[in-house]
């Protein structure tokens, strides 16, 4: 079966710190992948999209890999603030329709 | 500023009561969603909708309807609310084109007594 997986154990890492999060896939050969950003109570709002022929894409202290090989996308905050501390998403579509699938999210926290 | 707009954001319901949650988005968008997300289970879609008066089956339609009479309004309905339905909802759009980024809503929290 299709699966889309975040570890579900919250990240907390220090201020100034790069924080890594991992978003692993089976079952699925997606054209693309997305990572949102949601705060507690809110609806996720969208950060990046990377295509498969795209191993990395930048914006600003983000940055996203894609490695198709190992089915599985990286997300990376440089430089990490207390304000980067929310749950980050990943979402694949799979091979059916317009469906897009999410993971479960993986909280962060950001300590000063 | 482009927007999605769900009716309520908190809602208190019985137990067989229907229930109807609002959205609306101001981008002219084709393709309309509705999830719901639970601790432990994630974002789970419930029903999306092409187009007006189109609509299929996500992987959770059991116990919702939905209607979409105008290109801007994508309405879910629980016909007969259970306490298994308090969740969070949450309503989303994209654009044309395989690839669009979603756009939510802020959520409606709905506790069924």
């Known amino acids: 079966s299709q699966k889309i997986e975040q570890n579900s154990e919250a990240l907390n890492i220090q201020e100034g710190k790069t924080a890594t999060l991992t978003c692993n896939y089976t079952n699925y050969s997606p054209a693309y992948l997305q990572w949102y950003r949601q705060d507690p109570g809110r609806g996720p709002v969208f950060l990046l999209l990377?295509?498969?022929?795209?191993k990395e894409k930048r914006k600003e202290r983000l940055k996203v890999t894609f490695d198709t090989t190992l089915k599985q996308s990286l997300f990376h905050i440089t430089a990490s603030q207390p304000a980067d501390s929310a749950t980050y998403l990943c979402a694949l579509r799979g091979d059916a329709g317009n469906m897009l699938t999410f993971g479960g999210g993986t909280r962060l926290m950001v300590k000063p | 500023d482009v927007k999605v707009t769900q009716s309520s954001r908190y809602l208190v319901k019985r137990t067989g009561e229907k229930v109807f949650l609002e959205c609306v988005q101001d981008?002219?968008?084709?393709?309309m969603f509705w999830y719901r997300q639970d601790p432990g289970l994630g974002l789970r879609l419930i029903y999306f909708s092409y187009d007006v008066k189109m609509k299929e089956k996500g992987d959770i339609p059991e116990g919702y309807s939905v209607s979409r009479e105008k290109k801007e309004r994508f309405s879910l309905i629980l016909e007969s609310a259970s306490t298994n339905q308090t969740s969070m909802y949450l309503c989303?759009?994209?654009?044309?084109?395989?690839?669009?980024?979603?756009?939510f809503g802020e959520g409606s929290r709905l506790t069924v007594l």
């Open positions: 989303a759009s994209h654009g044309a084109g395989v690839h669009g980024e979603l756009f």
């Open positions: 990377i295509r498969e022929n795209e």
């Open positions: 981008m002219d968008h084709e393709n």
